[in-house]
């Protein structure tokens, strides 16, 4: 199994105070990424790392912000958190972009509550 | 723009019979990688089968195979067998050749093999 955690993996939080995620992995990968998964949307991409302090913004960013300052760590916060992203919060990891077979190995998830 | 349909949100299927899990995609690229991934109710998202966009032969994994129509765009996985264990939801993704390596996944599809 890929070596990816995720902490915490259960948080449960205020409207309007500050939460950080953690993603940690020990593959060495370039490429990181943050998701949320609700009921019949799927996962949807909130925010990327294609290296160290290179970060861009997925389809559902706005409230997020990340930071890489190192390779092995991806951090998602919520600067305020708001009741709709409750949700589960997955981390994956993926190999060099010039290997299109490289899949994405994903963490086991944090379910956040924001009440 | 939605780059992965999956228009079945739930499908049923006898135990040890074959079911076919739809997929279909939009991509301009000629360069792309196709996947499948497995989340059973515990939460975690198993990488099932990958196939390539320049593969000429349908990508097979054990009891998985992957029926690619390129000119369609279509990305159907078939379970062959059913086992109770495949009762889970099932997601399709894409990945492109741009420089942000992005994968697109699709809502899924809950399978559910009845005994």
């Known amino acids: 199994d890929a070596g990816i955690t995720q902490s915490p993996r259960h948080k449960v939080t205020e409207t309007g105070t500050p939460v950080t995620l953690r993603c940690h992995q020990t593959e060495n990968h370039r490429y990181m990424y943050w998701y949320r998964q609700d009921p019949g949307h799927g996962l949807r991409l909130i925010h990327y790392?294609?290296?160290?302090?290179?970060?861009d913004k997925g389809e559902v960013s706005d409230g997020y912000s990340v930071s890489r300052s190192k390779t092995e760590d991806f951090l998602l916060t919520l600067e305020s958190a708001t009741s709709s992203q409750t949700s589960v919060y997955f981390c994956?990891?993926?190999?060099?972009?010039?290997?299109?077979?490289?899949?994405?190995?994903f963490g086991p998830g944090t379910r956040l509550t924001v009440l | 723009a939605q780059k992965i349909t999956q228009t079945q949100p739930g499908m049923f299927v006898q135990e040890k019979e074959a079911v076919t899990l739809d997929c279909t995609y939009d991509t301009s690229d000629q360069s792309y990688g196709l996947f499948w991934y497995k989340q059973p109710s515990s939460g975690e998202m198993i990488f099932l089968i990958y196939?390539?966009?320049?593969?000429?032969q349908n990508a097979t994994e054990g009891r998985y195979s992957l029926n690619f129509q390129k000119a369609r765009k279509s990305a159907n996985l078939v379970i062959s067998a059913s086992q109770l264990g495949d009762s889970a939801m099932y997601f399709c993704?894409?990945?492109?050749?741009?420089?942000?390596?992005?994968?697109?996944f699709g809502t899924g599809t809950s399978l559910t093999v009845i005994p």
């Open positions: 196939q390539g966009s320049y593969d000429e």
């Open positions: 993704a894409m990945r492109d050749s741009s420089i942000s390596n992005q994968f697109y």
């Open positions: 790392s294609y290296g160290v302090k290179d970060t």
């Open positions: 994956a990891i993926s190999d060099s972009a010039g290997y299109l077979h490289n899949e994405q190995f």
